[in-house]
């Protein structure tokens, strides 16, 4: 590397690493504020009384809810595995908080347009339904490594709701510990990102765009999925590459890989699952990203 690339490549690991630090503070402290104020046991009760299928949709809706990227999804998730939520739950929420939200709806029907947008909304919505329900049934819950936030139990719930300032001082120091145990991660994952982002030629997307689709979409989906992106910020990107001639369900293919996932967020999962559940999670990501683009394709999206 030349020393303009690697001063591009520095400057863009301080401003991820700033940017991911102080997402994930932010993220984690108002869960953390709010967490005594919901009532994680009825919920937990209520989802094992009723029919699975509609906690899962609540995890898919959740997610919906929830404009996270990638990396900002964690705090959450490790709120719903300390309060026990089902895993199937757990897993549905971690695949489409970051590919869904009415803003980047929004943004991808101006963008886009009704059919794109809707078939968009659908296909991650249930895919990431069907991908939660695959990965409970083959029973990888036993994946998920013992995580554990002190301060959540129902005594201290019940202080914190009756004490502000004490639920403010709980709150930083959970999300202090949080910080701390995944800190490293944050790291080497901004500096891997910021070599991949700034390394990576510009024009190398759109000359792999003037090949065969069906085997453009799955390279498409390889690369995003190791990419940091945040939907809201790289569809009017994705719109340039399109009016420059890459096509759409390649296109589609890169958003949800790189949205679905990410490496700084791949290496940060690693302090919560174990490498089984890391590599379902990144197969999964990958599988979701071609599938859509090949329907995007066979359903002659230009």
């Not at 490549?9 to 709010?34: A, D, G, R, Y």
């Not at 799955?218 to 009017?236: D, E, F, H, K």
Request: charged share 15%; glycine share 6%; proline share 5%.
């Amino acid at each position: 590397m030349n020393e303009d690339l690697i001063l591009k490549v520095i400057k863009e690991f301080f401003s991820l690493s700033k940017n991911l630090l102080l997402l994930f503070f932010l993220i984690s402290i108002v869960i953390s504020f709010f967490e005594p104020y919901i009532p994680f046991s009825k919920l937990e009760k209520w989802m094992k009384e009723k029919n699975i299928l509609i906690g899962n949709f609540a995890g898919a809706l959740l997610g919906f809810i929830t404009p996270f990227c990638s990396c900002s999804t964690i705090p959450l998730l490790v709120t719903m595995i300390n309060r026990k939520i089902p895993f199937q739950i757990i897993m549905t929420y971690l695949f489409s908080s970051p590919l869904l939200d009415p803003w980047i709806l929004g943004l991808m029907y101006y963008i886009y347009g009704l059919k794109v947008t809707i078939i968009y909304g659908l296909v991650t919505f249930l895919f990431s339904m069907l991908i939660g329900y695959i990965l409970d049934i083959l029973g990888y819950d036993k994946y998920v490594k013992n995580v554990i936030v002190e301060g959540a139990h129902l005594e201290t719930d019940e202080n914190r709701r009756k004490n502000i300032l004490l639920n403010i001082k709980i709150s930083l120091i959970e999300t202090f510990n949080l910080i701390k145990s995944v800190f490293i991660y944050i790291i080497i994952g901004a500096f891997i990102g910021a070599i991949i982002k700034e390394a990576v030629p510009t024009n190398f997307l759109t000359s792999i765009g003037e090949y065969n689709q069906w085997i453009v979409i799955p390279i498409a989906a390889i690369i995003g999925v190791p990419l940091y992106i945040r939907l809201s910020t790289m569809l009017p990107v994705a719109n340039a590459l399109l009016a420059g001639g890459f096509p759409l369900s390649p296109m589609m293919a890169l958003l949800i890989g790189g949205a679905g996932s990410s490496l700084p967020e791949i290496i940060m999962l690693k302090s919560i699952f174990h490498n089984r559940l890391v590599i379902a999670f990144i197969t999964s990501v990958f599988l979701m990203a071609t599938f859509s683009g090949y329907l995007f394709l066979i359903l002659n999206f230009k």
